[in-house]
């Protein structure tokens, strides 16, 4: 792919080699439909191939998100439907390892909401930087499915076991000074200073030894990849899920705006 043949990212290039992606769906806070989500799998190939580019920042267009989560039509389309599942379970297995193979630094600036594939980019960024009321959650678990984007695999290295187990099974959300302090993500802000925030540590990152910083990456980035077969039996499961009625349930009740009442919980 070119540049030009993404939709749904924007691209501007800054001083010292930094390249900014911003998720461009603002009038649906950034959600990601079917065509974006492909896009966050081609990205990181693409911006590994450039040799114009040093450091990566990603960001969500408009004020409110960095992104909503998933386009509640495209979600909605997955429940029972072994096809659709099969080519989303190939893409969102993509999504993280791609990022993964990024030899170049990722720094996430999350000027708001973050949920899902979004927030999957959010934090498998090598730096995170937050709005301190921004909100968060991995969601899988409010509409009946495993948590299987990357959270299996990641969260227990970022902010321990049991912390993990209680945000991923109840889906609470977590403010941005609460994601700090949790060390979910590395620094948070006023909303009004992250993107400035973000883009000063890029132009370090960009400045600096490019032989040092992406070879400490690839060593660092080794501790996620023994966990790939939690994140993929995590991916199988959330997949398997989407052919059951508590996904059908979960769906129902946020398109609704009430409380799920789960099959499996009676």
Request: aromatic share 8%.
């Amino acid at each position: 792919m070119l540049y030009e043949d993404f939709q749904h990212l924007a691209f501007e290039r800054h001083p010292d080699g930094v390249l900014l992606a911003t998720l461009n769906r603002p009038e649906v806070m950034n959600a990601t439909n079917a065509r974006l989500h492909w896009e966050l799998t081609q990205l990181w190939p693409v911006v590994s191939a450039d040799d114009t580019v040093k450091v990566i920042v990603v960001t969500g267009a408009g004020e409110r998100a960095f992104s909503a989560g998933g386009d509640l039509e495209w979600v909605e389309s997955l429940v029972g439907d072994a096809e659709a599942i099969s080519s989303a379970m190939k893409e969102a297995s993509d999504l993280v390892y791609n990022i993964l193979a990024c030899d170049k630094p990722i720094v996430s600036a999350i000027n708001g909401v973050a949920v899902g594939a979004g927030l999957a980019v959010a934090l498998l960024a090598d730096i995170s930087i937050i709005a301190d009321e921004a909100k968060i959650t991995d969601g899988h678990a409010r509409i009946g499915v495993p948590a299987g984007d990357h959270a299996a695999m990641l969260w227990p290295l970022l902010c321990g076991m049991a912390k993990a187990k209680y945000y991923l099974m109840t889906a609470d959300f977590i403010d941005g000074k609460e994601a700090e302090r949790l060390g979910l993500v590395t620094f948070s802000f006023p909303r009004e200073q992250v993107f400035e925030r973000a883009m000063t540590i890029a132009s370090k990152l960009g400045r600096g030894s490019h032989t040092a910083i992406r070879g400490t990456k690839k060593s660092l980035n080794a501790w996620l990849r023994m966990a790939g077969p939690i994140f993929d039996n995590s991916l199988g499961l959330e997949m398997l899920a989407f052919l059951g009625a508590d996904a059908r349930e979960g769906i129902e009740a946020v398109r609704n705006k009430r409380a799920p009442n789960f099959p499996s919980a009676k």
